[in-house]
């Protein structure tokens, strides 16, 4: 059983950054993939971007590439998503997410574990 509290979020004005912090319990945080959704109101859960159980990889989804980042401190059991050049269609809430023993997948129902989410609101 993994748990997962997702911390960072905000009101922020467009243009600026927030940096959203997912912390994980349990000692088998590396055999997981993570992954952070958005879900505005009235729409389905997206992909945002993805890493892999080592760090190593990344990957994102095109409407966030080249202004956010994902990163994860395996001794901290904790996943990072840094948020830069902030657009009001950014606004959601933001869900970290864990998948047993891969990475990388798109689709929310592929992944074992959620947070709770956090709000992430950008004003124009």
């Known amino acids: 059983q993994v748990q997962l509290v997702e911390s960072g979020g905000g009101l922020v004005q467009a243009g600026g950054s927030l940096r959203l912090s997912c912390a994980a319990s349990?000692?088998?945080?590396?055999?997981?993939?993570m992954g952070w959704f958005r879900q505005a109101p009235g729409k389905e859960r997206e992909f945002v971007a993805a890493?892999?159980?080592?760090?190593?990889?990344?990957y994102y989804a095109d409407s966030v590439k080249g202004r956010f980042t994902i990163s994860r401190d395996n001794a901290k059991n904790t996943v990072y998503l840094q948020m830069n050049t902030l657009k009001p269609e950014d606004t959601a809430v933001y869900y970290c997410?864990?998948?047993?023993?891969?990475?990388?997948?798109?689709?929310?129902?592929?992944?074992?574990?959620w947070g709770q989410g956090t709000q992430v609101t950008v004003s124009s």
């Open positions: 349990g000692r088998t945080f590396i055999s997981y993939g």
């Open positions: 890493i892999s159980l080592s760090g190593g990889s990344t």
């Open positions: 997410a864990a998948e047993r023993g891969s990475w990388g997948q798109r689709i929310p129902a592929e992944y074992d574990y």
